[in-house]
C-alpha cells in the first residue's frame, strides 16, 4: 500500500511515540491482512476468525477502560473514560455482535470462543501497563488499537489497491475512516498530550515509547492471528 498516509489524528506525544517505532508501525498498518481487507482478498474464514477474537478483545477493552476510570485524577477525566467505558459496554458491542450476525456468527458463539493467544497476550498487557503505571501509561498501551484503526482505513480508501465495489470488508474500511470515528480518533491522541502535560519528565518518553512500541507489535501479532487462524 506504500507509505502509511495520517489519519485526522494529531498529537504531539503521538507523533513522537509513532516515530520512535516506525518500522512496527509501518508493519502494522500495512500488514497483509490489511492490505487484503483493503481490496477484498482475505479469505472470509480468517475476518470471521478476527470478528470472533475482536469481541473477546472488545470485553477486556472495556475493563482496560474501567481502570482508566479508576486511575483518573480530576472527575474530567473520570467522566470521559466512564463515557467512553458506557459506549463499549452498550453500543459498540451490541453494534459488533450484530455486524457478526450478518457474518453468520451468533451471540452464543461469540460467547463460547476460545481465547487466542495473540489475543490475550495483548489485552492482558494493555490491562498489566495501566495496573502498574499510571493513566498516560494505559492511554499509550491503549493508543495504537484507538487511532491505529483510523490511520489504516483512512490510509485504505485512499490507497489506489483499495477496492470497494464488491468488497465484503467495505462497511468495515469506511467505519473507521468515516468521520466519526476519525474525531475519535484524533480525540484520542490530543488527550495524550493533555495528560502528559502534568506527568512528563525528561526521561519518560523512553519508556512511554516502550510501551507504545510493545502494544504496536503485539497489535501486528492480532493481525497475524487472524490472517493465519492462529
Excluded at 112 to 126: C, F, H, I, L, P
Excluded at 159 to 185: C, F, H, R
Aim: hydrophobic content about 40%.
Amino acid at each position: 500500500m506504500g507509505k502509511t498516509l495520517e489519519s485526522s489524528a494529531s498529537g504531539t506525544l503521538f507523533t513522537e511515540l509513532k516515530g520512535r517505532c516506525a518500522k512496527q508501525w509501518d508493519a502494522y498498518c500495512n500488514h497483509e491482512f490489511v492490505s487484503r481487507i483493503g481490496d477484498g482478498s482475505l479469505p472470509h474464514k480468517c475476518f470471521r476468525h478476527y470478528l470472533m477474537q475482536d469481541y473477546l478483545f472488545l470485553i477486556h477493552f472495556s475493563r482496560a477502560w474501567a481502570l482508566a476510570v479508576y486511575k483518573s485524577e480530576t472527575l474530567t477525566d473520570m467522566r470521559a473514560a466512564a463515557s467512553t467505558l458506557n459506549a463499549h459496554l452498550n453500543l459498540e458491542m451490541e453494534l459488533h455482535v450484530k455486524y457478526c450476525a450478518d457474518w453468520g456468527i451468533t451471540e452464543q458463539e461469540l460467547e463460547q470462543t476460545d481465547e487466542a493467544n495473540a489475543n490475550m497476550a495483548y489485552t492482558r498487557y494493555v490491562l498489566e501497563r495501566g495496573l502498574a503505571g499510571d493513566i498516560l501509561d494505559l492511554h499509550v498501551a491503549l493508543a495504537p488499537c484507538v487511532i491505529g484503526y483510523a490511520v489504516i482505513c483512512k490510509q485504505l480508501m485512499a490507497a489506489p489497491s483499495t477496492k470497494l465495489e464488491g468488497n465484503p470488508y467495505k462497511d468495515w474500511i469506511k467505519m473507521y475512516a468515516g468521520e466519526e470515528y476519525q474525531a475519535v480518533a484524533n480525540s484520542a491522541a490530543q488527550h495524550l498530550d493533555i495528560l502528559a502535560s502534568s506527568r512528563m519528565g525528561a526521561s519518560r518518553i523512553d519508556s512511554l515509547s516502550k510501551t507504545f512500541k510493545q502494544a504496536t507489535t503485539l497489535e501486528i501479532g492480532f493481525w497475524e492471528m487472524g490472517l493465519h487462524l492462529l
